[in-house]
């Protein structure tokens, strides 16, 4: 059986569905794919969630609902499935949804996946008016959840049933193809800063970045042209200006066209930073700084100092950190070869050298997904949180090896850097466990930076179940409360905090 979606690429389809998921690390042990839907109440707390806790901690993971088109799939090429877990005098409840997108609804009708490899529709089975997954990042803004992958607009949900409401494009106001799937939230105006990369389509160089007032209407909209057409995954804001940073994964048009991925890692090129005026801009005010071939992963936050200098502390690896998309010769690090750490870099916007110093190293340990309290977001800052990985901790890897699944970068503990003192604590959850991202919750009522809580989802390989571990940034060594769950949620990627008090 055959499907054509382009004059380029015909795809071929078997008669007969796949009715297993592949014998793959990404699609097996902790990774096997979830595909729940529900709800349960009372979960098991041990410890005592404090009484000021009231809200909900939303977080996203690619979870194919079907077995994939493409056998070697990567792991988060999966259906956006939402997670809520409600917390109010001291009880928590959890709900399981998915984001009902094109793709979901239309694989179910034909009872067989669709999509082909990650963002190249030249390989689907079937042409897509949007292909998102929507498994990215889910934000509130504006009385809405919104489900983000930087290929498209966002999906919107009601917060409260997490329902699928449509697709979102601010009512017509979304100049661009893409939405990136980390907006900043500036916390003294309450804008969002976006923007989306790829903006006119795949393998177009083209950047639109646009603010957006807290009631949805369109603030500014400015086009720029990338230097190269890479990934933009993260990007970091200021008081004065935005900052972007870019993979050097490129995507080729006629590589796509020839059926093959759309990223591939490019080691001539060099990490690009892109430096625009916040408010005001024009394209040609755009300057594109380039620091030695690394790849920047996730921004803790960004300010300017005295001096006027912006500052970006970011992770960085001097490795491919996607691996699994090697170079045009196929070369790729081994997985337990990466090590990413948060760096320091300060740039003058006014000057005319374009090549990055060297940054300041903050952090020596190998750490991703980096939080903060967003209340200091854009200004200069104190306490980082964030993923860490030291196996000098204890954690039994013979144990527990034939249960990890693979495909994603493996983080046993949470850190807090003092970035004043330098000072560094670390949680360790346990010898048979895994953290996934944190977030964090101001304590109510204090206005201290860092004073309150740290969440975060925790893969429990004895028991092939999921946690909750809620610690207090007073205390931080040791959790405040576990909150069990009666089932395995497999990897996820980001998630956000919403007080109950926010509109």
């Not at 750490?341 to 991703?368: T, Y």
Request: net charge negative.
């Amino acid at each position: 059986m055959t499907s054509s979606t382009s004059p380029q690429t015909t795809v071929v389809m078997a008669a007969q569905a796949p009715t297993h998921f592949p014998d793959r690390p990404q699609f097996s042990g902790f990774m096997k794919p979830c595909r729940l839907e529900g709800e349960v109440s009372h979960l098991e707390v041990h410890g005592a969630i404090p009484d000021d806790i009231d809200g909900t901690f939303y977080r996203v993971m690619p979870d194919p609902q079907l077995p994939p088109f493409i056998q070697d799939d990567p792991w988060f090429n999966g259906d956006g499935s939402i997670s809520a877990f409600r917390i109010k005098d001291g009880k928590v409840s959890f709900k399981q949804k998915y984001v009902q997108t094109e793709k979901l609804k239309r694989e179910r009708e034909a009872k067989r996946a669709l999509l082909g490899k990650y963002r190249n529709k030249y390989t689907d089975a079937v042409e897509f008016k949007v292909r998102t997954t929507a498994n990215t990042n889910i934000i509130h803004f504006n009385g809405k959840l919104l489900a983000l992958k930087e290929d498209a607009p966002p999906y919107a949900l009601d917060p409260e049933t997490l329902e699928t409401l449509g697709l979102h494009t601010f009512d017509g106001q979304l100049p661009s193809l893409t939405f990136t799937a980390h907006p900043k939230f500036d916390p003294k105006t309450g804008e969002m800063i976006c923007f989306g990369y790829e903006a006119k389509g795949d393998g177009t160089p083209d950047v639109c970045y646009y603010r957006v007032a807290p009631d949805g209407k369109f603030l500014e909209v400015v086009w720029l042209v990338a230097p190269v057409v890479g990934m933009i995954h993260d990007f970091a804001v200021t008081e004065n200006f935005v900052l972007f940073p870019i993979m050097p994964q490129v995507c080729d048009l006629e590589r796509l066209k020839q059926g093959g991925e759309h990223w591939q890692w490019s080691p001539e090129t060099p990490f690009y930073v892109g430096v625009l005026p916040r408010t005001g801009a024009k394209p040609e005010d755009v300057k594109w700084y380039q620091y030695r071939n690394s790849f920047p992963g996730h921004v803790s936050n960004a300010f300017e100092d005295s001096s006027g200098n912006l500052v970006m502390d970011i992770a960085l690896s001097d490795k491919n950190v996607f691996f699994w998309w090697p170079d045009a010769q196929g070369n790729a690090p081994e997985p337990s070869s990466i090590v990413s750490q948060l760096k320091r870099f300060v740039i003058d916007p006014k000057s005319s050298n374009l090549h990055l110093a060297d940054p300041e190293v903050l952090q020596e340990d190998n750490s991703e997904f980096y939080r903060i309290d967003d209340r200091f977001a854009t200004q200069p800052y104190r306490h980082c949180f964030y993923d860490m990985l030291n196996p000098a901790l204890g954690t039994d890897f013979p144990g527990i090896a034939h249960q990890l699944g693979g495909g994603y970068p493996l983080y046993n503990s949470l850190g807090h850097l003092d970035l004043q003192t330098r000072k560094v604590e670390v949680y360790f959850p346990g010898r048979t466990h895994m953290v996934q991202e944190p977030v964090f919750i101001p304590r109510r009522g204090s206005g201290e930076e860092g004073d309150g809580y740290l969440l975060a989802l925790v893969n429990n390989y004895a028991t092939m179940s999921s946690e909750l571990h809620l610690l207090d940034t007073k205390n931080f060594t040791k959790a405040q409360a576990v909150i069990l769950l009666p089932v395995r949620l497999r990897q996820g990627l980001h998630g956000n905090w919403v007080d109950n008090d926010k509109p």
